[in-house]
């Protein structure tokens, strides 16, 4: 997992400085990262507040079998960019989940759920990206996968079509 996560970090932050076209933007801080998983995430596309704005750039619907049953996974994922650059600060991932929990008691029960990441840019601080890997291991085992299956398809989109 921390190997793909520093893979991808270095492909996005190589990625955005061999394109002349597109402004370095600045990173994103503590604060603008807590508000954009805890206050922004629920939004509708468009202007976040003044100063910035997220732009759908992926979505991914994954259907399989978990525990015998059929599971439901959709990702989406964001641009998150500031007023006044066109390259993105930070990308914002829509996780939703839609498949058997294991409650407490051993007993299997359908549920959804929809998790929040904000990966942050290569030269975002290491506080950062240490918050989205402890994020990231609080997943299950398949809903892990599915996610990294997904943000492997995110980046050949982004990066090789």
Same mark, same amino acid.
């Given at each position: 997992?921390?190997?793909?996560?520093?893979?991808?970090?270095?492909?996005?932050?190589?990625?955005?400085?061999?394109?002349?076209?597109?402004?370095?933007?600045?990173?994103?801080?503590?604060?603008?990262?807590?508000?954009?998983?805890?206050?922004?995430?629920?939004?509708?596309?468009?202007?976040?507040?003044?100063?910035?704005?997220?732009?759908?750039?992926?979505?991914?619907?994954?259907?399989?079998?978990?525990?015998?049953?059929?599971?439901?996974?959709?990702?989406?994922?964001?641009?998150?960019?500031?007023?006044?650059?066109?390259?993105?600060?930070?990308?914002?991932?829509?996780?939703?989940?839609?498949?058997?929990?294991?409650?407490?008691?051993?007993?299997?029960?359908?549920?959804?759920?929809?998790?929040?990441?904000? @990966?942050?840019? %290569? /030269?975002? *601080? &290491?506080? =950062?990206?240490?918050? !989205?890997?402890?994020?990231?291991?609080?997943?299950?085992?398949?809903?892990?996968? @599915?996610?990294? %299956? /997904?943000? *492997? &398809?995110? =980046?050949?989109?982004? !990066?090789?079509?």
């Amino acid at each position: 997992t921390l190997f793909l996560l520093a893979c991808f970090t270095l492909f996005f932050s190589a990625c955005q400085n061999t394109d002349s076209t597109k402004d370095t933007a600045p990173p994103i801080n503590k604060q603008e990262y807590q508000s954009l998983l805890e206050t922004y995430a629920n939004q509708p596309h468009g202007l976040l507040d003044e100063n910035m704005k997220k732009t759908e750039i992926f979505s991914e619907k994954t259907d399989i079998k978990f525990q015998e049953q059929a599971a439901y996974f959709q990702f989406t994922a964001f641009d998150i960019t500031k007023k006044g650059y066109e390259a993105p600060s930070a990308i914002l991932v829509k996780f939703d989940v839609d498949r058997l929990f294991t409650t407490i008691n051993g007993a299997l029960k359908r549920k959804k759920a929809t998790h929040y990441f904000c @990966i942050p840019a %290569a /030269n975002s *601080s &290491k506080e =950062l990206h240490e918050q !989205y890997n402890k994020q990231l291991q609080s997943l299950g085992y398949k809903d892990h996968e @599915i996610y990294l %299956a /997904n943000l *492997s &398809k995110l =980046l050949s989109s982004i !990066y090789l079509s």
